[in-house]
């Protein structure tokens, strides 16, 4: 009888992401020279300067390139936390489970017993609205937006806030 094996790498690709990312392609070709079943790849952070899209000519899409990666290294499935723009999802030519953080994060925040009249959820930037939005509608308390402008290809910068004061308010971004 055949015993099947499945492999699993819990390894974010975070900071620094050149570094995490090649040993995450080390690790799965290790695993792929066994010859397993199927190997999962649990990413709970999907490195965020990669890009998801091409505004200019020229521009790499540097997010499918990390999923092109990740394939051809050997993973069979993908398993992820709160993608920062979920047409990534698309990128992969494998499945990818897109799990979301929210119910967990709003039950703590309920068991916190805050005053939601002195809470605003904050989005970091426009790309956060809907899920900061989220959180909002289910606990109550304000918005406000982060006006974020890009200055160069790796710096930003607040050029302000929308919506609701955060004057003497707890403020929660995720």
Do not use: W
Not at 22 to 32: S, V
Not at 117 to 125: A, E, G, I, L, R
Not at 160 to 168: F, K, N, P
Request: a positive charge.
């Amino acid at each position: 009888m055949f015993a099947a094996a499945m492999f699993s790498s819990c390894r974010p690709t975070c900071p620094p992401v050149k570094e995490s990312l090649m040993e995450l392609l080390i690790i799965l070709d290790a695993f792929k020279t066994r010859q397993p079943y199927r190997v999962t790849v649990v990413l709970p952070y999907y490195a965020t300067r990669a890009r998801i899209v091409k505004d200019q000519g020229r521009v790499p899409i540097s997010a499918k390139l990390v999923a092109n990666l990740l394939t051809a290294a050997g993973a069979n499935r993908v398993l992820t936390l709160d993608l920062h723009a979920a047409q990534i999802q698309g990128f992969f030519d494998i499945p990818v489970d897109h799990l979301m953080g929210a119910p967990v994060f709003i039950n703590y925040i309920r068991d916190l017993e805050l005053p939601m009249k002195d809470v605003v959820f904050v989005s970091p930037d426009e790309g956060r609205v809907k899920m900061t939005l989220h959180y909002q509608k289910r606990l109550g308390g304000e918005l406000a937006i982060v006006d974020k402008r890009r200055t160069s290809a790796t710096k930003t910068e607040q050029a302000g806030m929308i919506g609701a004061s955060l004057r003497g308010k707890i403020a929660l971004m995720f």
